[in-house]
């Protein structure tokens, strides 16, 4: 957290609240919708920022919905918050890849698995790269180029890792 006293799945969900209110389920689905394609989030970690946002004033809770859901609208502060959060430096990504991470012990696996973790990973990243490129399509279609141009790095990421499972050795 910088100046604005938010991290960033907290600014994720202000910044999806800009679209209007939504219960923390909306707001998982459009999390999932946008920015899962270069951005996790939990349904965990959005039920437990939604309080800390309206206890900091950044979101305000509406009328309780059909099964007790809650509608939460980014308020004022909030909106002042995500502004402050937009020209903060965004620091430094971080890699966790869990295949990487695996080949980098290879020669402890047998060949069987490697080749198993191998054709697993081709298969996760070339649907993950079908569905993106549709995503960035739509948003291309919608006008969106913002969104399109997030995307596109979900796009260049899984053609990066498809390229690099080619060149991984898997057969020992």
Do not use: C
């Not at 079908?130 to 399109?148: F, H, I, L, P, S």
């Amino acid at each position: 957290m910088a100046d604005s006293g938010v991290n960033p799945t907290a600014a994720a969900l202000l910044g999806l609240l800009h679209e209007g209110p939504m219960t923390g389920g909306q707001l998982m689905a459009a999390a999932e919708r946008r920015l899962a394609p270069y951005w996790s989030m939990t349904r965990s970690q959005v039920y437990r920022e939604l309080p800390v946002l309206a206890e900091k004033g950044l979101v305000r809770l509406g009328k309780p919905g059909p099964r007790m859901s809650q509608p939460y609208a980014i308020t004022a502060a909030g909106k002042r918050t995500f502004s402050r959060w937009l020209a903060e430096d965004p620091g430094r990504d971080t890699i966790r890849n869990p295949i990487a991470l695996r080949i980098a012990f290879g020669q402890l696996h047998s060949a069987t698995q490697l080749k198993s973790l191998q054709a697993a990973a081709n298969e996760y990243h070339t649907e993950a790269l079908a569905r993106v490129r549709e995503q960035v399509k739509n948003a291309r279609k919608e006008g969106d180029t913002y969104d399109a141009s997030a995307l596109e790095f979900a796009v260049a990421y899984h053609k990066a890792a498809l390229s690099w499972l080619k060149s991984a050795p898997v057969s020992s």
